[in-house]
Each structure stands twice: as structure tokens, then as C-alpha cells.
């Protein structure tokens, strides 16, 4: 039996939900628009990896959870600051489902963050104790992944703690620009690309991309 090829790039889908979406509880303005460009962007890749944020009710993260604290505030918890932010992505239910139109058949991996009460989750690879593992990194590395492409949302939270994470574990890291929007708190968008410049993200377009593979 002939032996697998590893697989070099690996495309990192982060939280394309509906509560992300315009009309959903914590929306990113736009977000819809980035479903049609990782779709045309997820053909080209062999390996693709999707996301989700899977917070039970009881999530330590959400506002309503803390009496007199309202969305947007931050708070001081265990493991450092946090945002609190509106009830969003509660688990089996409609908000925290993928979007419909988003299209990824051969997505071979769904890795569910945030799950645990006491502990929010940004990253696709670390919880924000920043020690906890998500299991991405190793799994990663066992299919020979050496690049790893980001799109999703949000910019400037998932999609940039998980750039940074990833960077860290010693990925080659993509940020493909338009395939991603921002929620921007208080010009969080920003500070997210400095810090992201700064590890050695790499900042492209989809349509760079795009033409990249389609002449090789």
C-alpha cells in the first residue's frame, strides 16, 4: 500500500457561525461576506480545518452570568482580563451552528473550543489560561502540516489569537485578509495586525492565493 502524502498546508476556518453573522447575538459587521470567499478558497486546499465556539449557558465569559455587568465590559478573572460579552454560541443550538451556505464538504477535522465553563477560548490551539491545549497543534504536526492559512472570524480575536498561537507552535502563518472581518472594540483591529506583524504572520489576499495555485 502506498503511504500518504503529508500534507504541507492546511486551511484554519475559524467560527464561520450564525451568531457571528448580521442579526446574530455577538455580530460581526459583514461577516456574511467572507462565506462565498472561503468556499472558493477551501477547493484549493487538500486539508481543511473548521472551528467553533461551544460555550455552555453557564460560560464564565458571558455578561449575563455576572450580576450587574453588562456586554463589552471587561473583568479580572483567574487566568487574566476578560471581555464579557453577550450570550453567543451556546451549545446545539442555532447560533452556534455553521453558517448553511458555508460549503467545506472535505473539512476533515472540527475542533469545538470554549467548552469549558471557566475558561474562554480564542484560540483554535490554547485556551486563554494559555496553557490548556486544544489537541490542534499535535494533530497538525502528525499530518506533516507546515503552513497554515487563516480565515474566519473574527480578525482582531480568534482569528488572531489562533495566527499567534500557531506562530508560537511553529507554523508558517497566513492571515488571508478578506476572508476575515473584525469586530474592532476599541481599536482592537489594530493592535491585532501589529501584533500578528511583529511574530512573523503573513498578511494575503484570496486572490493571490487563488492564482498561486491554480498555475502550479
Known sequence: MAEMKPVEDVLLV????????PGGALAVARGNEIVPVINRLARAFSHVVLTQDWHPRSHVSFAANHAGRKPFETMTLPYGEQVLWPVHCVQDTEGSALHRKLHVPHARLVVRKGHHERVDSYSAFLEADRVTPTGLGGYL?????????????????????????ARAAGFEVNVIEDACRAID????????????????????????????????
Open 141 to 165: 504536526r502528525d499530518v506533516g502540516a507546515t503552513r497554515v492559512w487563516l480565515a474566519g472570524l473574527a480578525t482582531d480575536y480568534c482569528v488572531a489569537w489562533s495566527a499567534l498561537d
Open 185 to 216: 472594540l476599541n481599536g482592537s483591529l489594530d493592535q491585532a495586525w501589529r501584533d500578528m506583524q511583529a511574530a512573523g504572520v503573513k498578511r494575503v489576499r484570496s486572490e493571490d492565493i487563488l492564482k498561486e495555485r491554480e498555475t502550479t
Open 14 to 21: 475559524v467560527d464561520v457561525q450564525n451568531d457571528f453573522m
